[in-house]
């Protein structure tokens, strides 16, 4: 019996033994551990909100996060420091931030109460670069990062994504 199969095993001998049930409410108490410590470095961090595992956060010390909010799995929040001032981002009370988005600033982003994003969502408030002409011929990665300015959304907002398998036409 190969590797495989005994793992498929041991997981079936396990469903058995963890009901789904026992299984969800260790997850539950996974996800509070990760989320009491990636939230230790948070500018701020309010009550009963919950980062899911595996979400990355870099600058921790310039996010702020509400209460009530959640911030799914896979996402990657950063605020990098560019020496021009410090970065912030600020996410709202009662928001829900769902799957494989990225969130990142060098300048301000602030994300209103009781905003719904979709999965795959990307917020910035900066590029690799100027879009004039003289800096397109630099190729990005030499291009200086640079911002025009804050990113602010409004409360009850939602912003969605478009699953490629729906039937929207544009």
């Known amino acids: 019996m190969g590797m495989k199969n005994i793992l498929k095993q041991i997981g079936k001998l396990f469903a058995i033994a963890f009901p789904l049930v026992i299984w969800n409410?260790?997850?539950?108490?996974?996800?509070?551990?990760?989320?009491?410590?990636?939230s230790r470095k948070m500018k701020s961090f309010g009550?009963?909100?919950?980062?899911?595992?595996?979400?990355?956060?870099?600058?921790?010390?310039?996010?702020?996060i509400g209460n009530n909010t959640s911030i799914g799995k896979n996402n990657l929040i950063t605020a990098f420091c560019r020496g021009?001032?410090?970065?912030?981002?600020?996410?709202?009370n009662n928001t829900a931030i769902g799957e494989d988005c990225h969130i990142t600033a060098i300048n301000k982003i602030i994300i209103g109460n009781d905003v719904l994003f979709?999965?795959?969502?990307?917020?910035?408030d900066n590029s690799h670069g100027k879009t004039d002409i003289d800096s397109l011929k630099i190729p990005p990665l030499q291009r200086e990062v640079?911002?025009?300015?804050?990113?602010?959304?409004?409360?009850?907002v939602w912003i969605g994504d478009i699953h490629p398998s729906s039937n929207w036409r544009f």
């Open 84 to 92: 021009k001032g410090q970065p912030e981002i600020i996410i709202g």
């Open 25 to 38: 409410g260790l997850a539950g108490v996974h996800r509070m551990f990760y989320t009491g410590y990636k």
């Open 47 to 64: 009550k009963n909100s919950v980062i899911h595992f595996p979400t990355k956060l870099r600058g921790e010390q310039y996010i702020s």
């Open 118 to 124: 979709g999965e795959k969502i990307t917020i910035t």
């Open 146 to 156: 640079f911002s025009k300015g804050a990113v602010i959304i409004g409360n009850r």
